[in-house]
């Protein structure tokens, strides 16, 4: 019988290879070539990395000397992360991508916010320098910065 010696990397891996299969298996963009890249081509290139990574991550939980349990799932930091997101993606057309990074990083970095408030305002402004740089200054896409 096939002993797991770290049960959260086996597991993580097995949710890594199962996204990156789904992400190849829903591939409806043409994925073009090295030299004419499709729309396709970028998540097909994810996708494979997700699957290289969750084999790996699989690999390294089966081997692993340490044997590590998984602890039961807390209700409340998954809800404040996924609220975090989703609000980004709802808000990012209506408010801009300074609102919408701002409640993200809220609700990813919800633990923070009370007891470092000047840490999560660095944080912010530091994902939101970034974001400004690479996907509106150099990409150059259509987003607004405020409404």
Same mark, same amino acid.
């Given at each position: 019988?096939? /002993?797991?010696?770290?049960?959260? /990397?086996?597991?993580?891996?097995? =949710?890594?290879?199962?996204?990156?299969?789904?992400?190849?298996? /829903?591939?409806?963009?043409?994925?073009?070539?090295?030299?004419?890249?499709?729309?396709?081509?970028?998540?097909? =290139?994810?996708?494979?990395? +997700?699957? +290289? @990574?969750? $084999? =790996?991550?699989?690999?390294?939980? %089966? *081997?692993? /000397?340490?044997?590590? #349990?998984?602890? *039961?799932?807390? $209700? @409340?930091?998954?809800?404040?992360?996924?609220?975090?997101?989703?609000?980004?993606?709802? =808000?990012? #057309?209506?408010?801009?991508?300074? %609102?919408?990074?701002?409640?993200?990083?809220?609700?990813?970095?919800?633990?923070?916010? $009370?007891?470092?408030?000047?840490? %999560?305002?660095?944080?912010?402004l530091v994902v939101l320098a970034m974001t400004w740089a690479v996907f509106i200054y150099l990409i150059q896409l259509p987003i607004t910065l405020f409404w």
């Amino acid at each position: 019988m096939l /002993q797991i010696g770290n049960l959260r /990397q086996f597991w993580s891996g097995v =949710l890594f290879a199962v996204i990156g299969v789904l992400a190849l298996w /829903q591939l409806p963009q043409p994925i073009g070539s090295l030299v004419a890249m499709g729309p396709g081509y970028f998540p097909m =290139l994810l996708g494979i990395g +997700l699957v +290289l @990574v969750g $084999l =790996l991550s699989i690999v390294f939980g %089966v *081997r692993s /000397q340490t044997h590590t #349990d998984i602890e *039961r799932l807390s $209700l @409340v930091p998954t809800f404040f992360i996924i609220g975090g997101i989703v609000a980004m993606a709802l =808000l990012i #057309d209506r408010a801009g991508l300074a %609102v919408s990074l701002l409640c993200m990083v809220l609700g990813t970095c919800y633990n923070r916010v $009370l007891k470092h408030p000047i840490e %999560v305002a660095i944080i912010y402004l530091v994902v939101l320098a970034m974001t400004w740089a690479v996907f509106i200054y150099l990409i150059q896409l259509p987003i607004t910065l405020f409404w």
